[in-house]
Each structure stands twice: as structure tokens, then as C-alpha cells.
């Protein structure tokens, strides 16, 4: 089985040499159809229709969320459609005028608190960086340097 041939070494570099080439090739060829495929204007040129069906679709989408938009905002304007919600929610407060002002939940009060603390800690932060003393600028020492003033008490 372990036969150290010289002959036997040669055909198995031999071969792994081949296999290595031939797997330089395949990578070689999957970076190039790599690169094929991001390439945008080399798809757009392949593929015309489906660029252009991709952007008549897109094109659609936008259109129809904004004339969506539109019409509901129209809607919530009119009159007749206010004075109906406001009706709704009169009915719903003599139903129940317990829910009116409703008491928050424990869950609630608890990540309100905690917004608040860090809240105040990061502008106590902000008004300690801002208010912060400034350090008074270095004198040069010396026998009285150009510019420098010394008064005796």
C-alpha cells in the first residue's frame, strides 16, 4: 500500500497538479460569472423586457400608494365622514366613561420612569459639559517675558 515509488510520487503529483488546475479554472470562471451578474448595464442590455416590466411594476406600486394616500386623507377630510367619527366616539364615551382616562399599566409606568432617569442623567451630562469651568490658560515662567504682566502685594 505505501509504496514510496518515485514512479508512484510522480503520477499522484501529476495528478494534483491537474485537479489544481482544473479548479483554478472553475473558480476563474465563477468570479467571471460573478462579476457578470452585479454588472447592472451588462443585465439591462441582456434583459431589456425584464428591466423595463420591473420598472412599469415598481412604477405602479408607487403610483397606486400614492393615489391610496390621497384618497384617504380626502376621505378623513370630509365632513360628513368627521362628524361620524365624532359621533362614534361620543357613543363610545357614554358606553364607557371609565376608559375615558384610562390608568396606565405597571409595565408602562415603570419604562416611563426609567425614560425619564436617563433622560435627566444624560442632560445632567450635557449641562456638566457645557458649564464646566475652563482651565485658565498657562503662563510661561520666567523673569518677565515679553508680554507678561506681574504685579507685587
Do not use: C
Amino acid at each position: 500500500m505505501k509504496d514510496g515509488s518515485p514512479q508512484n510520487v510522480s503520477r499522484v503529483s501529476g495528478e494534483i497538479e491537474a485537479l489544481r488546475n482544473d479548479l483554478g479554472a472553475l473558480i476563474g470562471e465563477l468570479d467571471r460569472r460573478r462579476h457578470e451578474l452585479f454588472d447592472l448595464r451588462l443585465q439591462a442590455k441582456r434583459h431589456p423586457v425584464a428591466v423595463i416590466g420591473a420598472g412599469v411594476v415598481a412604477a405602479l406600486v408607487v403610483g397606486g400608494l400614492v393615489a391610496f394616500a390621497v384618497r384617504s386623507r380626502r376621505e378623513a377630510q370630509r365632513p360628513s365622514r368627521r362628524a361620524r367619527e365624532t359621533a362614534r366616539a361620543l357613543s363610545r364615551l357614554m358606553e364607557h366613561p371609565d376608559r375615558v382616562a384610562a390608568e396606565q399599566s405597571m409595565r408602562d409606568k415603570i419604562l416611563a420612569a426609567a425614560g425619564i432617569a436617563a433622560g435627566t442623567a444624560i442632560a445632567k451630562r450635557l449641562v456638566d459639559r457645557l458649564v464646566a469651568p475652563t482651565p485658565a490658560p498657562r503662563r510661561a515662567r520666567g523673569n518677565g517675558a515679553a508680554g507678561e504682566v506681574r504685579t507685587h502685594a
